[in-house]
């Protein structure tokens, strides 16, 4: 069964740090991985997308991808109050109407 | 990315009652996702919806409870039906938004579902 897990959580850091945020996966098949960022009440934002090996940068978040070891993660860099939110991990295998498996999300609280 | 309309945003529904919700895209997309989400809960993805053909349901979903129209390459519907507490749930449809050449998905603002 294709697994995307989020194990840790929730995550509390004081405004300006850095929070990271982790996601394993199960699935070899799954290429492409989403952050997704859910505000209480609100649907998914997208705020990232990875799908090579490495870091991408997207002003204050970086995505990390490691395809040997299968785990995504998430930095935030100079965390705002406003990051407070649940951040949801999925994966996809590769190419166009790719059906997304999420993670349980991990709520992150950036303290004022 | 696409503008997505859903309707209704919420909607309290008594047991045994069906729900129909409408997903508005303003681009042509070619697959439509419909998902779930409970109460705390992470997404979980109920059927894909192509146009033209069948809806592909994932396990545990069934056509008879919830089916799924895609009559156009811009809208489709999922149905709640007879639906029980259990039910109650945010739904959410997605789309890919392939004009930006990759393959995001996004979300509509999603469907407040309560069944008493």
């Known amino acids: 069964q294709k697994e995307v897990e989020q194990n840790s959580g929730p995550l509390s850091v004081p405004e300006g740090a850095i929070a990271s945020l982790n996601c394993t996966y199960s699935?070899?098949?799954?290429?492409?991985f989403f952050w997704y960022r859910q505000y209480s009440g609100k649907s998914p934002e997208l705020i990232m997308f990875?799908?090579?090996?490495g870091d991408k940068e997207d002003g204050r978040f970086t995505a990390q991808l490691n395809k040997a070891s299968q785990y995504v993660s998430l930095l935030i860099r100079d965390s705002q109050p406003s990051d407070s939110a649940t951040y949801l991990c999925?994966?996809?295998?590769?190419?166009?109407?790719?059906?997304?498996?999420f993670g349980k999300g991990i709520t992150l609280s950036v303290r004022p | 990315s696409a503008v997505i309309s859903q309707k209704p945003s919420r909607d309290i529904c008594q047991r045994g009652t069906s729900l129909t919700i409408q997903c508005q895209v303003d681009s042509q997309v070619t697959m439509m996702f419909w998902y779930r989400q409970q109460p705390g809960q992470s997404l979980t993805l109920i059927a894909t919806?192509?146009?033209?053909?069948?809806?592909?349901?994932e396990s545990g979903f069934v056509i008879d409870k919830f089916p799924i129209s895609r009559p156009n390459l811009t809208f489709s519907t999922l149905t709640v039906s007879n639906m029980s507490p259990e039910d109650s749930s945010i739904y959410l449809c997605?789309?890919?938004?392939?004009?930006?050449?990759?393959?995001?998905?996004?979300f509509g603002p999603g469907t407040r579902l309560t069944v008493t």
């Open positions: 990875i799908y090579s090996n």
């Open positions: 699935d070899r098949g799954s290429q492409s």
């Open positions: 999925a994966g996809a295998a590769t190419g166009a109407n790719s059906k997304l498996t």
């Open positions: 919806a192509n146009q033209g053909s069948e809806a592909t349901y």
């Open positions: 997605s789309v890919e938004d392939l004009r930006k050449g990759s393959y995001e998905q996004y």
